[in-house]
């Protein structure tokens, strides 16, 4: 049956630019365009490159043409300049962020850090791990009463469930992902989130911040990652496994979507299914 048209489905494809896209990345990105546009909504494209480091402007234009050449086009964001071509980039909303940090730090929900990687690995308190394999944060500085601003490392979000990670690198001025994640679902209307199951952990960070803030929280559909032939998540920095072009799209998107067929839901795959033959046969 014919879902019923919902104009309000607002999804994202959001790839940091760190490499090109892998078959990984595609099927995300195909995952999350079949999810909204089976309900007539609208995929933004976002760049997160807000880590400064890691995040390289020439594969921007790369990551843009292999979506377009694997048939994944995104809607036009219409809150910008059209020779941005509707597409955020978060390298250019530092002031937003700033402006939300502000608001999170007078709630008192945020405190600077003075610890480095290396006083962490060195330090007597106990340290647990997340789920996600990371340490757990032991809250050394949370209450710490005085600060010392040339030596503080970072700003930790003050969560109520012990895990106060980092929203901002105060050496490099650069927002987390965690945090410029939710800011940016929020303001774009985002009420569908399509992505890789290696994100899972990252949940409750994204809902921390969402309630103290007032956000909505989205509806979320993880995907499994795809992983090569010994098991391993595919790596953006890895040449063997970006996607290629010419002769070779046909076949990532088959791949893609067979890997969707074997490992989602037989609801969802019912629901995308028709989009899907709409768009690629
Ligand atoms: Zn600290």
Redesign the pocket.
Known sequence: MKEKSNKNVLGRFAPSPTGPLHLGSLVTALASFLDVKSENGKLWLRIEDSDSQRSKPNFIGLIKQQLVDHGIAWDVWPNLAHERAGVIYQSERQHIYSHFLHYLSTLDRTFL???TRK??SRTNHFIEYLESGEKR?PQ???DRKSVCLSKE??L?FKSTNRDDFVIRRLTTGDFSYAFTVVIDDYLQGVTRVVRGDDLKFTIERNRQVQAILGFPFPTILHVPVVRDSNGRKLSKTDEHSKLRGGKFIKKQITQSWTHLRKNMPSSWIEKVTPTYENYFF
């Open positions: 850090c003075k610890c006083s962490l944060y050394i500085c949370r490392q970072t930790r």
